[in-house]
């Protein structure tokens, strides 16, 4: 079974920081992208950053320059390091992988659980 396990988040300052951490468990399994997405109520969950397993990187607009996304792949592990936080990044935060439990299994989508991240002015 392939879950992931975030940590992290919090309540914070605006321009503060904040670190979230994913790990995916398994040790036969196999992990190909991983990305943080947000969500407020009401709104679609959106995209934060992505990164895959070869180290490509992309961002979202609105955190380009404040949100630092890093990965070690022996750990299955992703962090997401968020500094100049402001409120409107205020949000669950949910760790995505695309990933299989062994080589013998396809490819799915999973999710962590969320941690919730306020931000206040």
């Known amino acids: 079974q392939v879950q992931l396990v975030e940590s992290g988040g919090g309540l914070v300052q605006a321009g503060g920081s904040l670190r979230l951490s994913c790990v995916v468990s398994?040790?036969?399994?196999?992990?190909?992208?991983m990305a943080w997405y947000r969500q407020v109520p009401g709104k679609q969950r959106e995209l934060v950053s992505i990164i895959t397993s070869l180290g490509n990187i992309n961002y979202a607009d609105s955190v380009k320059g404040r949100f630092t996304i890093s990965r070690d792949n022996f750990k299955k592990r992703i962090d997401l390091q968020m500094n100049s936080l402001k409120p409107e990044d205020t949000g669950v935060y949910y760790c995505?992988?695309?990933?299989?439990?062994?080589?013998?299994?396809?490819?799915?989508?999973?999710w962590g659980q969320g941690t919730q991240v306020t931000v206040f002015s």
């Open positions: 995505y992988a695309r990933a299989r439990r062994d080589w013998t299994m396809s490819w799915s989508d999973y």
């Open positions: 398994g040790s036969s399994s196999s992990v190909n992208d």
